[in-house]
């Protein structure tokens, strides 16, 4: 914490009440007793500097504005400080095949309903209903798969699209990953800035029914290696991407779904990565389902309005939140570990 606040110029300088650390453990304790006024979690977790008369109260304005001065910064660089290198050791070492494995998703949270939420985070269309109740932010993460561990993540406006939240994730994926995505990312400007912008870096995405491809070379039944088309749209708005690109495609039936399913894949050697085992590993995605899960239902006990007034509090007590999920998962991998089981469950025994 010292490290963060010196790092980012918000250590505090002059004797305060609520310095600038307490107000990290502020935060950090926001994020675990939603139950509690933000004012009573200041006096249960004892952070305020008493007076000359011993009086450790303080008044819920000067936590208004402690927060606002130490802002987001320090928070963030927090989270990718710690999180990023736990998730990358988490990952390599429950990897597949020689490769890290990680999920990209994202969501949404509701925010509370000030004026200046609305206005800079937007709401959702409701259809002919009208829009949203709350301001919501969007988000996308980048999470080690296996142990649910984040390793990135990107917020902001609604009205922002997911794909630019994610592009964000990518420069956090290591070497020598494979990087599961939700159909909805099939771009090529979202997919090889993924794949190029590290060294052995993969992809592995479900098809959509519309998409279109020319085989190239038959691996086998329902294996081949394909070509897609990257749109003129697309190129005209990033001249560097290729007219066409390369990719594997396999197919299989899910027992849950009528007719066979496509998968596509930079990893292309049918002999150094099954097409079954990749079946399976696709299937990992939904990791990342159970992460938010396990944020939004467990932790935050189905009560994600992020409840910050303000646009830098709602970012900062955002960056609050996943850095205190990553501190209760990876103590739960050590848990795990220890008790020689395999995965576990936020909620559960």
């Known amino acids: 914490i010292e ?53 450790g109260a303080v008044a819920g304005s000067s936590i208004a504005q402690a927060r606002q001065r130490v802002g987001e910064d320090p928070l963030r660089w927090l989270f990718e400080r710690c999180s990023r290198q736990w998730a990358l050791e988490s990952a390599a070492a429950h990897g597949w095949r020689g490769l890290s494995v990680f999920a990209a998703d994202g969501t949404s949270l509701r925010v509370a309903d000030s004026p200046s939420n609305r206005e800079h985070f937007g709401v959702s269309p409701a259809g002919g209903r009208g829009e949203s109740a709350y301001p919501l932010v969007r988000m996308a993460t980048l999470i080690a798969a296996r142990s649910h561990l984040i390793a990135a993540a990107a917020f902001g406006p609604y009205t922002t699209s997911e794909y630019a939240y994610a592009k964000e994730l990518w420069p956090a994926v290591p070497d020598d990953s494979v990087t599961i995505v939700d159909r909805n990312y099939l771009a090529a400007a979202v997919l090889l800035g993924l794949e190029q912008q590290g060294d052995n870096r993969h992809w592995l995405i479900r098809a959509k029914k519309t998409t279109k491809w020319r085989e190239l070379q038959s691996n086998g039944p329902y294996d081949a290696l394909v070509e897609l088309s990257v749109s003129s749209e697309a190129r005209r708005k990033d001249p560097t991407l290729p007219k066409t690109y390369t990719v594997r495609a396999i197919s299989y039936r899910h027992p849950d779904s009528k007719g066979r399913q496509w998968l596509l894949t930079s990893l292309r050697d049918p002999t150094a990565y099954p097409a ?4 399976a590993l696709y299937h990992e995605r939904w990791e990342i389902e159970i992460g938010y899960d396990e944020i939004k239902t467990h932790m935050l006990d189905r009560q994600e309005t992020i409840r910050s007034k303000t646009v830098v509090g709602v970012r900062q007590e955002l960056w609050g939140i996943l850095l205190t999920y990553n501190l209760i998962r990876r103590e739960m991998e050590k848990i795990a570990h220890e008790a020689g089981v395999t995965r576990v469950q936020i909620g559960s025994r």
């Not at 079954?276 to 079946?279: D, G, N, S």
């Open 276 to 279: 079954k085992e990749l079946v």
């Open 3 to 55: 490290e963060a606040l010196e790092a980012t110029g918000t250590a505090t300088l002059r004797r305060r009440r609520l310095p600038a650390e307490s107000v990290i453990w502020l935060v950090l304790g926001m994020a675990l007793q939603l139950d509690r006024p933000i004012h009573e979690v200041v006096s249960k977790l004892d952070l305020v500097l008493p007076k000359n008369n011993g009086d």
